[in-house]
């Protein structure tokens, strides 16, 4: 157990829709990293926040959202979600701002119909 | 450019056997190298990692061994047990003060009986 949790574990949701993914860190732990994982891709890292605020970003649709809350917990947003959506959504965290020492979450498996 | 691959995507070795599982990059300026296993239906685990200005270095089963003049990377993991199968991937920060992981596409360890 990294101690990072992820909620929900799995989620369906048809093409169009919006869902939220949650994510707490672990305890003291200032970053959070999204990343997906889907089968043709691999790990795609899509943002990271630290202390509330957005540090780095990656290959994150314009659909996608993410923030990070003063409690460190973070959600990502995803919205007119697409068939093409469908993936393993995990989060990470690390205790510094430097994407070092990731520890990841059991992750979201997120099915569009 | 950033990239990390793989030389195999699949790799079966006999019970109690060393296991070698390689990973190439193209970038010379990457900084940290990180090796993750991810169990079926779980998130990345970190295993070992090693930072660019080291060649060699050793954990509890596992080493990982850095070759800077031919980009490459190895894992080895000794006495392979059954807990061992697994997709391992191999993951880099892209240069210094980069804030990202990029990480390749997975080797699937399989443990022969």
């Known amino acids: 157990d990294s101690g990072v949790t992820q909620t929900p574990k799995h989620l369906i949701t048809a093409t169009g829709q919006r869902v939220t993914l949650r994510c707490s860190p672990r305890s003291g732990d200032l970053s959070v990293y999204w990343y997906q994982q889907s089968l043709d891709q691999g790990l795609q890292f899509l943002i990271q926040y630290y202390n509330g605020e957005e540090r780095a970003k990656g290959n994150i649709l314009e659909r996608f959202s993410a923030q990070q809350f003063p409690d460190l917990h973070s959600e990502l947003n995803l919205s007119s979600l697409e068939l093409g959506d469908s993936a393993l959504y995990f989060c990470a965290s690390s205790p510094t701002g430097a994407p070092y020492e990731q520890y990841f979450g059991p992750g979201t498996r997120l099915t569009v119909t | 450019g950033e990239s990390v691959g793989l030389h195999l995507p699949t790799l079966s070795v006999q019970e109690g056997d060393n296991s070698i599982i390689n990973c190439a990059y193209s970038n010379s300026a990457s900084d940290y190298f990180i090796w993750y296993k991810q169990e079926s239906g779980k998130g990345p685990q970190f295993i070992i990692d090693i930072r660019s200005n080291m060649d060699k270095r050793q954990g509890q089963r596992v080493t990982v061994l850095l070759n800077k003049t031919v980009k490459h990377l190895s894992l080895q993991i000794a006495a392979t047990q059954p807990g061992d199968s697994a997709v391992y991937f191999c993951?880099?920060?892209?240069?210094?003060?980069?804030?990202?992981?990029?990480f390749g596409q997975g080797t699937r360890l399989t443990i022969n009986p």
């Open positions: 993951a880099e920060i892209p240069s210094q003060g980069a804030q990202k992981l990029v």
